[in-house]
Nanobody, 129 residues
Framework: QVQLVESGGGSVQAGGSLRLSCVVS??????????MGWFRQAPGTQREGIAT???????TYYADSVKGRFTISQDNAKNLYLQMTSLKPEDTAMYYC?????????????????????WGQGTQVTVSS
């Protein structure tokens, strides 16, 4: 059974930093790679894709809203991370990690949430001004 468990959320003042973690278990990675992503959803809004990473190439993609401030990465155990710096109040949201098999390296960057099969339960990030 595939499980993704996020952690690392919390409350921080504007300009601060947080590092989110996503522990992945039960997933069989193949040499062809897996598309991993971070998404967020603020109350009353649609879920937004903010970063993707393709495991085989480590190629990354960022939405304009977080480019230059957030960094997606993965360790050798295939756990996923999101380093967030220069946080703004508009970054306040529930953050989710997700995994999608069957997507190649060309299709992964900025892939829509409907393509992702496995999701974590989310971790809340609150940024105060």
């Amino acid at each position: 059974q595939v499980q993704l468990v996020e952690s690392g959320g919390g409350s921080v003042q504007a300009g601060g930093s947080l590092r989110l973690s996503c522990v992945v278990s039960g997933y069989t990675y193949t040499a062809s790679g897996v598309c991993m992503g971070w998404f967020r959803q603020a109350p009353g809004t649609q879920r937004e894709g903010i970063a993707t990473l393709y495991t085989a190439t480590r190629h990354t993609y960022y939405a304009d809203s977080v480019k230059g401030r957030f960094t997606i990465s993965q360790d050798n155990a295939k756990n996923l991370y999101l380093q967030m710096t220069s946080l703004k109040p508009e970054d306040t949201a529930m953050y989710y990690c997700a995994a999608a098999g069957g997507i190649d390296a060309v299709q992964c960057p900025g892939r829509q949430q409907t393509a992702f099969t496995y999701w974590g339960q989310g971790t809340q990030v609150t940024v105060s001004s």
